[in-house]
């Protein structure tokens, strides 16, 4: 069993830099196919979704290399447009290929994602988007057949926000024939990056930041070097860690533009921090107080994927708290093993309720990338020893959070 051993109770006071961001990278990787030609991407995540992304664009005749963390990928030729089921099924994000895809071979086999642990993840408003654009879809044996004549332009109104969705449609969109028009696109920070680095790569899209894209269709992409940013989850999963154990911390080079929210909410808690020169340095001694009331919203609002997170520093809280989750509908799987190491926590439809206390120290299992990163944190906040399972969940987007959590100050390991 692969595991994460964590000695409780420890405060932090050390200093971590920030990875690549794992949801920056991926829809960036798909994007390289787009270019008949050479992209290179500084500052990957050495993470198992990236790998497992390579191992996919590699499947579809793609070249790959490392070279210390920047990732080169090789598009000039591709020899086909159908993602392999067992890669694909193992990532519900390899969807984003649906775009490129369309974009670079006006067809794209998918394997359908199916829900994970934290909910359905339909995908209809990805294929409303697409078919807004010329793409046509089918699906048979538990595959999506997509194909266009052209990608052309065309307007596309979102009635609700979806990040997958927006980034598929700027995809289709980037090389297609004439001008798209996107409203009601997600405003997250990734869809910015993504479109940051379509324009280097020679795109033409206005509007980044904005609900509303338009993109002029450039007949082709050119080969361009670019960074991943930091990672704003990993950031405030590390803000989340000085939190619980009362302690300090230096974050280098993390997105603080990207962490309004989850900065906020720290400072309600207790928490106190200065940014400077690159450097965000935490204060967390007082850091104990619960919230009455917080929930997660798209961008800006607070980040569904640092809810779990957060819900195992209010759980080590002085007092009661309430959060609640609005992006998906079942994102309070890891309560029960929270519970089992002493958290009071009633959830009630999509709200959790917290009384803080003392957790005490266990074995837990990590069922998911997010809800095992709480345990970690639950861990460091609890009284003795905790032993997470399944820390392949954690791998899929922290590069290796026992080596940044050690830089600051724990006493984790791997086991
Ligand atoms: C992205 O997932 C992220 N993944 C998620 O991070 C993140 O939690 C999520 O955005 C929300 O911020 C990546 O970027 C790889 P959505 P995505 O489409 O694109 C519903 C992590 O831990 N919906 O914005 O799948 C959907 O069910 C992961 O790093 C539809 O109804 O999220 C959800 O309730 C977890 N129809 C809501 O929209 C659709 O066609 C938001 O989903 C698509 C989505």
Do not use: H, V
């Given at each position: 069993m692969k595991g994460i051993r964590i000695t409780g109770q420890i405060p932090l006071d050390g200093e971590v830099r920030i990875q690549g961001s794992k949801n920056a990278a991926l829809p960036v990787m798909a994007a390289a196919?787009?270019?008949?030609g050479t992209t290179v991407l500084k500052a990957c995540p050495r993470i198992t979704d990236v790998f497992l992304m390579e191992k996919i664009l590699r499947g579809l005749g793609a070249g790959t290399r490392w070279q210390g963390d920047s990732l080169e990928i090789s598009?000039?030729?591709?020899?086909?447009?159908q993602v392999e089921r067992e890669l694909g099924e193992k990532m519900r994000s390899s969807i984003v290929l649906l775009g490129s895809l369309l974009g670079r071979c006006k067809e794209a086999v998918l394997p359908f994602p199916g829900g994970c642990v934290i909910g359905a993840r339909p995908i209809d408003l990805h294929l409303r988007a697409l078919e807004a654009l010329g793409a046509e879809f089918a699906e048979q044996d538990g595959r999506l057949y997509g194909r266009t004549g052209k990608m052309k332009g065309g307007t596309i109104l979102f009635p609700k926000s979806s990040v997958g969705a927006t980034e598929n449609a700027v995809l289709a969109a980037v090389c297609g024939e004439g001008t798209s028009v996107i409203r009601?696109?997600?405003?997250?920070?990734e869809v910015g990056w993504l479109c940051r680095f379509l324009n280097q790569a020679g795109g033409r899209i206005s509007g980044?930041?904005?609900?509303c894209l338009v993109i002029q269709g450039v007949p082709k992409l050119h080969d361009t070097v670019f960074t991943i940013p930091p990672d704003r989850i990993a950031a405030g999963t590390y803000v989340c860690a000085s939190a619980v154990t009362r302690g300090k911390g230096i974050l280098i080079e993390p997105p603080v533009k990207e962490m309004k929210a989850l900065l906020r909410a720290y400072e309600k808690i207790g928490g106190q921090y200065v940014y400077n020169s690159g450097k965000l340095f935490l204060c967390?001694?007082?850091?104990?107080r619960p919230i009455q009331w917080l929930e997660t919203q798209i961008?800006?609002?607070?980040?569904t994927d640092l809810q779990s997170i957060f819900l195992a520093v209010l759980a080590c809280a002085e007092g009661d708290s309430r959060i609640k989750e609005c992006i998906f509908e079942d994102r309070f799987k890891v309560v029960p093993q929270l519970r089992r190491m002493g958290a009071h926590i009633e959830v009630e439809e999509q709200t959790a309720r917290v009384r803080g206390g003392t957790l005490r120290g266990t074995r837990v299992k990590a069922e998911e990338l997010r809800g095992g990163a709480a345990l970690v944190i639950a861990g460091l906040g609890a009284q003795g020893e905790t032993y997470v399972e399944n820390r392949e969940f954690m791998e899929r987007g922290y590069e290796d959070i026992c080596r940044d959590l050690n830089c600051l100050g724990a006493r984790v390991r791997k086991d």
């Open positions: 196919l787009l270019n008949r598009a000039c030729q591709i020899s086909g447009c009601g696109c997600s405003r997250e920070p980044i930041g904005t609900s967390s001694q007082k850091a104990s961008y800006p609002g607070f980040p």
